[in-house]
């Protein structure tokens, strides 16, 4: 099997000849090849630069023998065009420059236009999939609740007490802002399917901060209504939901539309098929410290080890970390685990 062979059958739950790994931000500020780019250019006129993007996009691949790219992308790219200000600030991520306090605000927000509003991604995901046939695109977006509370906040929180505010005490603003995010993240994973994306995922990195009633009574809606237009506009590619904390949210999860569910290192392999099913599709988890470590034939082999171990050689498992690389990983360590991983699966 090739390369994006391996990575949609084991999306499918298919047999495979070996499980298929990637890395999330596998494309970025631990490569020195793009530490070399970032020296003259920032983070957003990388994204925005598809000859740029492409480059950092292709690097991991060809670097590490991984399976799948990931777009080279910021999920606050989209906002731009409903005309929010941000900025990002080094070490500390979005910085929202007016951010939304009611529904006057949230009523400012401008309709999404793929096309007109992100063509620069939609040409960088072309640009890479002519670069790497053989290999499977992942393409991506923030989820609703975790953009929203990027808007709410006006910058990562560690409470997220304003986002649960509004969601409490004005139902009305919060839940007009998750439709109109929503809709805008559902047109914007279909043209990146239609740009030539294999697959999206749908961060949700910081939905696991709400109990399970609440992320049913106030999240779950607009997750499934994205997953729902996806499967109905593109039939057949594969769904990636992704958050982080999120075990007590996979009972509601499961039924929420995606058909791969990433989980981080907190949750075991086994405990989230003992939820989604036996036969769910489940990628990740290895922590992503474990590849800071000096020993890779003995510490880093361990764990990793432990991940497919884990799995048990179960169908349907794509290997990943349980979030981003991290920004002191050695190169060589995450070569290292995609090397042992198409050997030792």
């Known amino acids: ?28 500020r631990y490569l020195p090849g793009y530490l070399e780019v970032r020296k003259d250019h920032s983070v957003l006129e990388i994204a925005k630069t598809p000859a ?6 292709v690097m991991p ?68 999939k002519s670069k790497l046939p053989d290999n499977a695109l992942v393409g991506f977006s923030g989820a609703p609740f975790t953009i929203a509370s990027y808007l709410i906040e006006g910058q990562p929180s560690r409470d997220y007490t304003k986002t649960k505010r509004m969601m409490f005490d ?5 839940k007009l802002l998750m439709s109109k995010l929503s809709d805008m993240i559902g047109s914007y994973l279909c043209a990146q399917i239609k740009a030539g994306a294999d697959a999206v995922q749908l961060f949700d990195s910081w939905v696991g901060t ?10 779950a809606p607009f997750v499934r209504e994205i997953f729902e237009r996806v499967k109905r506009e593109q039939p057949g590619v594969p769904r990636i939901h992704f958050g982080t904390n999120t075990f007590h949210l996979l009972e509601s999860m499961k039924n929420d539309g995606g058909n791969v569910y990433s989980i981080d290192w907190r949750t075991p392999i086994r405990r989230a098929r003992s939820v989604l099913g036996q036969r769910a599709v489940i990628q ?27 799995n048990g050689g179960a169908p349907g498992h794509v290997f990943n970390l349980g979030h981003g690389i991290l920004r002191d990983t ?11 991983v198409h050997e030792h699966s």
């Not at 495979?16 to 970025?28: E, I, N, S």
């Not at 740029?52 to 996009?57: D, M, N, Q, V, Y």
């Not at 709400?210 to 999240?219: E, G, R």
């Not at 990740?284 to 884990?310: C, M, W, Y």
């Open 284 to 310: 990740g988890n290895l922590e992503p410290a474990v590849l800071l470590s000096h020993d890779r034939e003995g510490f880093i082999a361990k764990r990793t080890q432990e991940v497919l171990d884990d």
């Open 1 to 28: 099997m090739n390369p994006r062979n391996r990575f949609l059958a084991a999306c499918m739950g298919e047999d495979v000849d070996h499980t298929p790994v990637w890395f999330m931000r596998q494309a970025g």
């Open 170 to 174: 004005d139902q009305q603003a919060f």
């Open 52 to 57: 740029l993007c492409e480059a950092i996009t």
């Open 210 to 219: 709400l109990s399970l009633q609440d992320y049913v009574n106030y999240v």
């Open 330 to 340: 050695p190169p060589e360590n995450a070569r290292f685990v995609a090397k042992y």
């Open 61 to 128: 691949v060809r670097e590490l023998g991984v399976d799948a790219a990931v777009m080279f992308a910021d999920i606050m790219l989209p906002l731009e065009g409903m005309g929010v200000e941000f900025r990002i600030e080094e070490n500390l991520g979005p910085v929202i420059s007016d951010p939304i306090r009611g529904l006057a605000d949230v009523e400012r927000l401008r309709p999404f236009d793929a096309a007109r509003h992100v063509g620069f991604v939609l040409e960088a995901i072309s640009r890479v």
